[in-house]
């Protein structure tokens, strides 16, 4: 199984709603991610989870929060969202390191279509 | 990471090989050349990856300079659906996290 699948595929929510992100594989990885994607730009990372614990928040609002579960889950917590926050909401995992893997070469869901009215 | 060159746009004959160029003159000796694409509404996807020799997959080939400043992906028969933005991105194997994604090279296959 070489998929990351994320639920739900389209969200939208209004400025005062909490809404959570899913995301899940099943190749071992133990490093997992959070991307931001804009219309018409490059992902920007957000989070890196290894080995479920938080490695890399990239000064994101408080208003997102992950977390992560499992090996295999990633969850991303939204509360209290602007606008501009509306964007494609991508997960990712990959290999770690000491399984000589390595964070390069990484697997993406398909994005969660985030609209924040 | 170094810092890579790609052309904006680019647009193909499907059947066609489509070659994108990258360029990556301040390359260091332990940093690979990785290329993604993605397709209009997905994740992006990882196509392949080289450290000085030419490599080849099912999906693609990349040519490496001998002086490793640039790089070209070969996709050998392009279809319809190879149409995406594809990211070369120069980075060590084994580092941090953080994979930074550039504007990239929109390639549009058309028949």
């Known amino acids: 199984d070489t998929e990351v699948t994320q639920t739900p595929k389209h969200l939208v929510m209004g400025m005062t709603n909490k809404k959570s992100l899913k995301c899940e594989q099943h190749m071992g990885h133990r490093a997992m991610y959070w991307y931001k994607q804009k219309a018409k730009k490059p992902p920007e990372l957000m989070f890196v989870?290894?080995?479920?614990?938080?490695?890399i928040n990239e000064s994101v609002p408080s208003r997102f929060s992950p977390e992560c579960p499992n090996s295999s889950l990633l969850n991303l917590h939204l509360h209290a969202l602007q606008p501009e926050d509306s964007a494609l909401y991508l997960c990712?995992?990959?290999?770690?390191?000491?399984?000589?893997?390595?964070?390069?070469?990484?697997?993406f869901g398909p994005g969660t279509r985030l609209t924040v009215l | 990471d170094a810092k890579t060159t790609q052309p904006t746009s680019m647009d193909c004959a499907e059947g066609r090989a489509a070659n994108l160029p990258c360029n990556h003159s301040?390359?260091?000796?332990?940093?690979?050349v990785y290329w993604y694409r993605q397709i209009h509404s997905q994740g992006p996807q990882y196509i392949i990856h080289?450290?000085?020799n030419n490599e080849t997959n099912e999906m693609a080939s990349l040519i490496i300079t001998e002086d490793r400043k640039s790089s070209t992906l070969i996709l050998p028969h392009a279809t319809l659906r190879d149409t995406a933005v594809y990211y070369c991105?120069?980075?060590?194997?084994?580092?941090?996290?953080?994979?930074?994604f550039g504007a990239g090279t929109t390639v549009t296959v058309r028949a």
């Open positions: 990712a995992s990959s290999q770690d390191r000491t399984s000589g893997g390595s964070y390069n070469e990484q697997f």
């Open positions: 301040t390359i260091s000796g332990n940093e690979y």
């Open positions: 991105i120069v980075r060590a194997r084994f580092n941090d996290y953080k994979l930074s």
């Open positions: 080289g450290l000085k």
């Open positions: 989870y290894s080995y479920e614990k938080l490695s």
